[in-house]
């Protein structure tokens, strides 16, 4: 079964600093990835997404992620956090294929920014 | 403009008692449907999914069971809720499944 690591529980950073937060899937074939955030009261927005073509994925709000196959990852970063960015952060994959249906989701990053 | 609604945004029902979420999609014919369950330090995990009326899958298997009795409408039922039911549930929608979801507000649910 397709599983999804994402490796912090918990950032802490103070505004203007970089981030990176990590992502690793397990399923070895045609994988679509998504990064999900959810700002505190709201609920699950996407972020960005990766089908094919350019490994590196632009989303909204400064944010971008690297799709590297050969690691099994799709990290996301950004180069310089505001306050704003404080939400809950969630890695998906669905594994391409007939009767795919399932988006396994990590468990989460929560990202808190210091002013 | 394609819209899902999800209610109640919280409830709070005893352990024993029937449970009943609704949620329902607008602008949009034939969605597949999704209900994930988002506890606490778990993650999002899928709990059932449907491709058509009447058509449920079930993913994990649990005291909850869901029902698709319109095109645009999915129901997650219980007969008798558990304390382990508490948590986030969330009503997903997509149209290929490649596109990704788009998600409801969801509901608090706690069984006291």
């Known amino acids: 079964a397709q599983s999804v690591s994402q490796h912090n529980h918990h950032v802490i950073l103070s505004e203007a600093a970089s981030l990176e937060l990590g992502c690793n899937y397990s399923?070895?074939?045609?994988?679509?990835l998504f990064w999900y955030v959810q700002y505190p009261g709201q609920h699950l927005q996407l972020l960005l997404k990766?089908?094919?073509?350019?490994?590196l994925v632009k989303g909204i709000k400064g944010f971008e992620a690297e799709f590297i196959k050969s690691k099994f990852s799709f990290n996301l970063r950004k180069p310089s956090v505001q306050w704003s960015d404080t939400a809950e952060y969630f890695c998906?994959?669905?594994?391409?294929?007939?009767?795919?249906?399932?988006?396994?989701f990590g468990k989460g990053t929560k990202l808190s920014v210091i002013p | 403009s394609q819209t899902i609604h999800q209610w109640p945004a919280t409830l709070v029902q005893p352990v024993g008692s029937p449970l009943s979420l609704e949620c329902t999609v607008e602008?949009?014919?034939?969605?597949?449907l999704y209900w994930y369950r988002q506890a606490a330090g778990r993650g999002l995990q899928l709990l059932f999914y449907?491709?058509?009326?009447?058509?449920i899958s079930s993913e994990v298997p649990q005291n909850l069971s869901a029902s698709r009795p319109q095109d645009r409408q999915f129901i997650l039922s219980s007969k008798k809720l558990l304390l382990s039911d508490s948590g986030f549930y969330l009503c997903?929608?997509?149209?290929?499944?490649?596109?990704?979801?788009?998600f409801g507000s969801g509901t608090r649910l706690t069984v006291v």
């Open positions: 997903a929608w997509s149209v290929k499944v490649n596109y990704g979801y788009t």
């Open positions: 399923y070895g074939g045609t994988v679509n």
């Open positions: 990766y089908f094919s073509g350019d490994p």
């Open positions: 998906a994959v669905i594994s391409s294929g007939a009767g795919s249906y399932q988006l396994t």
């Open positions: 602008g949009t014919s034939n969605p597949n």
């Open positions: 449907s491709v058509g009326i009447g058509q």
